[in-house]
Protein backbone atom coordinates (compact mmCIF):
# COMPACT_ATOMS: atom_id res chain seq x y z
CA UNK A 1 0.00 0.00 0.00
CA UNK A 2 1.30 3.58 -0.73
CA UNK A 3 3.05 5.54 1.99
CA UNK A 4 0.65 8.70 2.09
CA UNK A 5 1.84 12.30 2.19
CA UNK A 6 1.18 13.95 5.22
CA UNK A 7 2.78 17.03 4.58
CA UNK A 8 -0.39 19.37 4.57
CA UNK A 9 -0.72 20.54 0.83
CA UNK A 10 0.62 23.71 -0.45
CA UNK A 11 -1.51 26.03 -2.20
CA UNK A 12 -0.74 29.32 -3.57
CA UNK A 13 -1.72 32.58 -2.65
CA UNK A 14 -3.10 35.29 -5.01
CA UNK A 15 -2.33 38.36 -3.69
CA UNK A 16 -5.12 40.81 -3.04
CA UNK A 17 -5.92 43.90 -5.35
CA UNK A 18 -6.48 47.18 -4.32
CA UNK A 19 -9.55 48.64 -4.62
CA UNK A 20 -7.68 51.36 -7.04
CA UNK A 21 -7.12 49.10 -9.42
CA UNK A 22 -10.48 46.80 -9.49
CA UNK A 23 -12.34 50.24 -9.99
CA UNK A 24 -9.95 51.16 -12.40
CA UNK A 25 -10.45 47.70 -14.25
CA UNK A 26 -14.00 47.98 -13.66
CA UNK A 27 -14.34 51.57 -15.42
CA UNK A 28 -12.07 50.38 -18.54
CA UNK A 29 -14.08 47.12 -18.97
CA UNK A 30 -17.81 48.89 -18.61
CA UNK A 31 -16.62 52.18 -20.18
CA UNK A 32 -19.26 52.22 -22.34
CA UNK A 33 -22.01 51.60 -19.82
CA UNK A 34 -21.00 54.48 -18.02
CA UNK A 35 -20.56 57.25 -20.53
CA UNK A 36 -24.45 56.24 -20.98
CA UNK A 37 -24.69 57.21 -17.48
CA UNK A 38 -22.75 60.46 -17.57
CA UNK A 39 -25.76 62.28 -19.35
CA UNK A 40 -27.94 61.32 -16.47
CA UNK A 41 -25.17 62.60 -13.68
CA UNK A 42 -25.12 66.09 -16.17
CA UNK A 43 -29.01 66.21 -15.89
CA UNK A 44 -29.06 65.87 -12.02
CA UNK A 45 -25.93 68.37 -11.37
CA UNK A 46 -27.39 70.80 -13.10
CA UNK A 47 -31.11 71.11 -12.69
CA UNK A 48 -31.12 69.00 -8.89
CA UNK A 49 -27.92 69.68 -7.15
CA UNK A 50 -27.06 73.07 -8.73
CA UNK A 51 -30.09 74.78 -7.84
CA UNK A 52 -30.05 73.26 -4.04
CA UNK A 53 -27.23 76.83 -3.30
CA UNK A 54 -31.06 78.79 -3.68
CA UNK A 55 -32.04 77.24 -0.53
CA UNK A 56 -29.88 80.25 1.23
CA UNK A 57 -33.02 82.49 0.42
CA UNK A 58 -34.94 80.69 2.83
CA UNK A 59 -32.78 81.63 5.71
CA UNK A 60 -32.89 85.66 4.00
CA UNK A 61 -35.23 88.38 3.32
CA UNK A 62 -34.87 88.06 -0.36
CA UNK A 63 -35.58 90.61 -2.89
CA UNK A 64 -34.64 89.89 -6.42
CA UNK A 65 -32.54 93.17 -7.07
CA UNK A 66 -30.25 92.22 -4.10
CA UNK A 67 -30.22 88.70 -5.18
CA UNK A 68 -29.10 85.60 -3.25
CA UNK A 69 -25.55 86.64 -1.60
CA UNK A 70 -26.64 90.37 -0.96
CA UNK A 71 -30.11 89.93 0.51
CA UNK A 72 -29.75 90.39 4.17
CA UNK A 73 -29.95 87.40 6.72
CA UNK A 74 -33.38 86.65 8.64
CA UNK A 75 -32.49 83.76 9.95
CA UNK A 76 -35.37 81.14 11.26
CA UNK A 77 -37.97 83.84 10.42
CA UNK A 78 -39.69 82.50 7.65
CA UNK A 79 -39.81 79.39 9.93
CA UNK A 80 -41.16 80.60 12.69
CA UNK A 81 -43.78 82.61 10.56
CA UNK A 82 -45.17 79.63 9.21
CA UNK A 83 -45.05 77.55 12.78
CA UNK A 84 -47.51 80.11 13.87
CA UNK A 85 -49.48 80.43 10.68
CA UNK A 86 -52.86 79.93 11.16
CA UNK A 87 -52.89 77.48 8.49
CA UNK A 88 -49.78 75.59 9.60
CA UNK A 89 -52.02 72.70 11.05
CA UNK A 90 -54.70 72.84 8.14
CA UNK A 91 -51.40 72.21 5.67
CA UNK A 92 -50.16 69.93 7.49
CA UNK A 93 -53.41 67.72 7.99
CA UNK A 94 -54.57 68.09 4.52
CA UNK A 95 -51.06 66.92 3.34
CA UNK A 96 -51.19 64.06 5.68
CA UNK A 97 -54.81 62.87 5.29
CA UNK A 98 -54.46 62.73 1.04
CA UNK A 99 -51.23 61.01 1.81
CA UNK A 100 -52.79 58.62 3.72
CA UNK A 101 -55.57 58.07 1.67
CA UNK A 102 -53.15 57.32 -1.32
CA UNK A 103 -51.25 54.91 0.68
CA UNK A 104 -54.35 53.27 1.81
CA UNK A 105 -56.46 52.92 -1.59
CA UNK A 106 -53.93 53.80 -4.52
CA UNK A 107 -50.82 51.97 -3.35
CA UNK A 108 -52.00 48.75 -3.01
CA UNK A 109 -54.53 49.11 -5.78
CA UNK A 110 -51.92 47.99 -8.72
CA UNK A 111 -50.61 45.51 -6.47
CA UNK A 112 -54.61 44.16 -6.92
CA UNK A 113 -54.62 44.61 -10.74
CA UNK A 114 -50.89 42.32 -11.46
CA UNK A 115 -52.12 39.94 -9.15
CA UNK A 116 -55.29 39.78 -11.17
CA UNK A 117 -54.02 40.22 -14.62
CA UNK A 118 -51.25 36.93 -13.34
CA UNK A 119 -54.63 35.12 -13.06
CA UNK A 120 -55.59 35.52 -16.49
CA UNK A 121 -55.12 32.98 -18.77
CA UNK A 122 -56.41 34.14 -21.85
CA UNK A 123 -54.25 36.17 -23.46
CA UNK A 124 -55.66 38.44 -25.87
CA UNK A 125 -58.11 39.17 -23.51
CA UNK A 126 -54.60 40.14 -20.72
CA UNK A 127 -53.47 42.28 -23.30
CA UNK A 128 -56.80 44.17 -23.66
CA UNK A 129 -56.87 44.70 -20.03
CA UNK A 130 -53.46 45.83 -19.96
CA UNK A 131 -53.83 48.60 -22.33
CA UNK A 132 -56.95 49.90 -21.79
CA UNK A 133 -55.47 50.45 -17.81
CA UNK A 134 -52.16 51.86 -18.97
CA UNK A 135 -53.93 54.15 -21.58
CA UNK A 136 -54.59 56.95 -18.40
CA UNK A 137 -51.33 57.31 -17.46
CA UNK A 138 -50.66 59.15 -20.87
CA UNK A 139 -53.03 61.53 -20.52
CA UNK A 140 -51.98 65.17 -19.59
CA UNK A 141 -52.69 65.71 -16.02
CA UNK A 142 -54.20 69.08 -17.73
CA UNK A 143 -56.72 66.89 -19.55
CA UNK A 144 -57.31 64.89 -16.47
CA UNK A 145 -58.58 68.00 -14.47
CA UNK A 146 -60.87 69.06 -17.00
CA UNK A 147 -62.33 65.90 -17.10
CA UNK A 148 -62.64 65.70 -13.78
CA UNK A 149 -64.07 69.16 -13.43
CA UNK A 150 -66.91 68.50 -16.39
CA UNK A 151 -67.64 64.80 -15.09
CA UNK A 152 -68.73 66.01 -11.50
CA UNK A 153 -69.91 69.45 -12.23
CA UNK A 154 -73.92 69.79 -11.81
CA UNK A 155 -75.01 69.20 -15.33
CA UNK A 156 -72.06 66.82 -15.39
CA UNK A 157 -71.70 62.66 -16.31
CA UNK A 158 -72.12 61.62 -12.85
CA UNK A 159 -74.96 63.65 -11.75
CA UNK A 160 -76.57 62.60 -14.77
CA UNK A 161 -76.17 59.25 -13.68
CA UNK A 162 -77.19 60.13 -10.14
CA UNK A 163 -80.27 61.66 -11.92
CA UNK A 164 -81.77 58.08 -12.94
CA UNK A 165 -81.80 56.76 -8.76
CA UNK A 166 -83.97 60.21 -8.23
CA UNK A 167 -80.90 61.82 -6.45
CA UNK A 168 -80.54 65.02 -6.67
CA UNK A 169 -77.58 66.80 -8.57
CA UNK A 170 -74.89 67.75 -6.33
CA UNK A 171 -71.69 69.97 -7.19
CA UNK A 172 -69.20 67.61 -5.60
CA UNK A 173 -65.75 69.67 -6.32
CA UNK A 174 -67.60 72.86 -4.60
CA UNK A 175 -68.10 70.97 -1.52
CA UNK A 176 -65.06 69.89 0.85
CA UNK A 177 -65.65 67.27 2.34
CA UNK A 178 -65.81 65.60 -1.51
CA UNK A 179 -62.23 66.68 -2.68
CA UNK A 180 -60.33 64.08 -0.69
CA UNK A 181 -62.48 61.18 -2.53
CA UNK A 182 -62.27 62.66 -6.00
CA UNK A 183 -58.76 63.58 -6.09
CA UNK A 184 -57.18 60.03 -4.87
CA UNK A 185 -60.28 58.11 -7.20
CA UNK A 186 -58.87 59.88 -9.86
CA UNK A 187 -55.09 59.11 -9.23
CA UNK A 188 -55.84 55.54 -9.08
CA UNK A 189 -57.97 55.37 -12.55
CA UNK A 190 -54.91 57.30 -13.92
CA UNK A 191 -52.08 55.31 -12.58
CA UNK A 192 -53.20 51.82 -11.76
CA UNK A 193 -52.24 50.46 -14.93
CA UNK A 194 -49.05 51.58 -15.11
CA UNK A 195 -47.96 51.26 -11.72
CA UNK A 196 -48.81 47.25 -12.58
CA UNK A 197 -45.98 47.03 -14.44
CA UNK A 198 -43.80 46.97 -11.95
CA UNK A 199 -45.49 44.11 -10.21
CA UNK A 200 -45.86 42.01 -13.24
CA UNK A 201 -42.38 42.33 -13.80
CA UNK A 202 -41.32 40.98 -10.63
CA UNK A 203 -43.85 38.12 -10.89
CA UNK A 204 -42.25 37.13 -14.31
CA UNK A 205 -38.84 36.53 -12.05
CA UNK A 206 -40.34 33.75 -9.50
CA UNK A 207 -39.43 30.30 -9.79
CA UNK A 208 -42.07 28.61 -12.22
CA UNK A 209 -41.19 25.33 -10.31
CA UNK A 210 -42.87 26.62 -7.12
CA UNK A 211 -46.50 26.58 -8.47
CA UNK A 212 -45.38 23.04 -10.24
CA UNK A 213 -44.63 21.76 -6.74
CA UNK A 214 -47.33 23.55 -4.88
CA UNK A 215 -50.20 22.03 -7.12
CA UNK A 216 -48.51 18.99 -6.30
CA UNK A 217 -49.23 19.23 -3.24
CA UNK A 218 -53.14 20.15 -4.07
CA UNK A 219 -52.67 24.03 -3.45
CA UNK A 220 -55.04 26.08 -5.77
CA UNK A 221 -55.06 29.25 -7.45
CA UNK A 222 -55.26 31.35 -4.17
CA UNK A 223 -53.18 29.52 -1.88
CA UNK A 224 -50.29 30.12 -5.13
CA UNK A 225 -50.83 33.31 -4.74
CA UNK A 226 -50.67 33.70 -1.37
CA UNK A 227 -48.03 31.89 -0.63
CA UNK A 228 -45.98 32.18 -3.51
CA UNK A 229 -46.72 35.05 -5.49
CA UNK A 230 -47.08 37.72 -3.00
CA UNK A 231 -43.87 36.25 -0.82
CA UNK A 232 -41.98 36.76 -4.29
CA UNK A 233 -43.19 40.40 -4.84
CA UNK A 234 -42.79 41.55 -1.40
CA UNK A 235 -38.96 43.03 -1.81
CA UNK A 236 -40.47 45.05 -4.75
CA UNK A 237 -43.79 45.97 -2.03
CA UNK A 238 -41.99 46.91 0.64
CA UNK A 239 -38.99 49.51 -1.48
CA UNK A 240 -42.08 50.99 -3.15
CA UNK A 241 -43.72 51.50 0.13
CA UNK A 242 -40.80 52.96 1.91
CA UNK A 243 -40.43 55.79 -1.18
CA UNK A 244 -44.33 56.31 -0.57
CA UNK A 245 -43.88 57.04 2.78
CA UNK A 246 -40.79 59.15 1.99
CA UNK A 247 -43.10 61.24 0.28
CA UNK A 248 -45.96 61.35 1.93
CA UNK A 249 -45.67 65.21 2.31
CA UNK A 250 -44.79 65.60 -1.27
CA UNK A 251 -48.04 65.48 -2.71
CA UNK A 252 -48.40 67.21 -6.12
CA UNK A 253 -49.57 70.76 -6.79
CA UNK A 254 -50.45 70.35 -10.28
CA UNK A 255 -53.89 68.65 -10.07
CA UNK A 256 -54.89 69.95 -7.05
CA UNK A 257 -54.58 73.46 -8.14
CA UNK A 258 -56.15 72.53 -11.49
CA UNK A 259 -59.22 71.14 -9.20
CA UNK A 260 -59.73 73.06 -5.74
CA UNK A 261 -60.83 76.69 -5.10
CA UNK A 262 -61.81 78.87 -2.08
CA UNK A 263 -64.91 77.04 -1.20
CA UNK A 264 -62.45 73.57 -0.64
CA UNK A 265 -59.42 75.38 0.76
CA UNK A 266 -60.35 73.40 4.51
CA UNK A 267 -59.40 69.88 2.66
CA UNK A 268 -57.74 70.63 -0.57
CA UNK A 269 -55.40 73.09 0.49
CA UNK A 270 -51.71 71.39 1.26
CA UNK A 271 -48.08 72.20 1.50
CA UNK A 272 -47.21 72.03 -1.82
CA UNK A 273 -49.93 74.45 -2.79
CA UNK A 274 -49.17 77.35 -0.33
CA UNK A 275 -45.85 77.44 -2.05
CA UNK A 276 -47.73 78.30 -5.24
CA UNK A 277 -49.62 80.54 -4.07
CA UNK A 278 -46.73 82.02 -1.82
CA UNK A 279 -43.55 82.30 -4.05
CA UNK A 280 -45.16 82.48 -7.52
CA UNK A 281 -48.67 84.20 -6.83
CA UNK A 282 -47.47 86.39 -4.23
CA UNK A 283 -43.71 86.84 -4.83
CA UNK A 284 -42.93 86.15 -1.30
CA UNK A 285 -39.48 83.95 -2.45
CA UNK A 286 -37.60 83.48 1.12
CA UNK A 287 -40.68 82.53 3.34
CA UNK A 288 -42.10 80.24 0.05
CA UNK A 289 -38.57 78.66 0.45
CA UNK A 290 -38.52 77.82 3.95
CA UNK A 291 -41.97 75.81 3.65
CA UNK A 292 -40.72 73.91 1.01
CA UNK A 293 -37.53 73.31 2.43
CA UNK A 294 -39.24 72.20 5.98
CA UNK A 295 -41.41 70.01 3.87
CA UNK A 296 -38.43 68.11 1.89
CA UNK A 297 -36.55 67.56 5.13
CA UNK A 298 -39.44 66.20 7.37
CA UNK A 299 -39.82 64.06 3.74
CA UNK A 300 -35.97 63.01 4.36
CA UNK A 301 -36.88 62.01 8.27
CA UNK A 302 -39.88 60.04 6.85
CA UNK A 303 -38.40 57.94 4.40
CA UNK A 304 -34.93 57.50 6.77
CA UNK A 305 -37.85 56.17 9.78
CA UNK A 306 -39.90 53.85 6.96
CA UNK A 307 -36.69 52.11 5.78
CA UNK A 308 -35.23 51.61 9.50
CA UNK A 309 -38.78 49.87 10.95
CA UNK A 310 -38.34 47.67 8.04
CA UNK A 311 -35.17 46.35 8.58
CA UNK A 312 -36.21 45.55 11.67
CA UNK A 313 -39.07 44.25 11.64
CA UNK A 314 -38.24 42.20 7.83
CA UNK A 315 -35.28 41.40 5.45
CA UNK A 316 -36.74 43.96 2.97
CA UNK A 317 -35.31 47.50 2.86
CA UNK A 318 -34.12 50.18 0.67
CA UNK A 319 -30.86 49.87 1.78
Known amino acids: MPELNSNPVQTSTIPNESKKSIIKKDLVRNRFIYLMLVPVLIYYAIFHYGPMYGLLIAFKDYGIADGVWNSPWVGLAHFQNFFESPYFWRLLRNTLMISLYELLFAFPAPIILALLLNEIRVMIFKRVVQTI ?11 VGGMMVDFFARDGLINNFLGFFGLEPTAFLQESEWF ?13 GWGSIIYLAAMSSIDPTLYDAARIDGAGRWKQTLHITIPGIMPTIVILFILNVGAMLAVGSEKIILLYNPLTYETADVISTYVYRKGILGADFGYSAAVGLFNSVVSFILLILANTVSKRVSEHRLW
Open 180 to 192: RSIYVSSGIWQGI
Open 133 to 143: SYLPHFISIVV
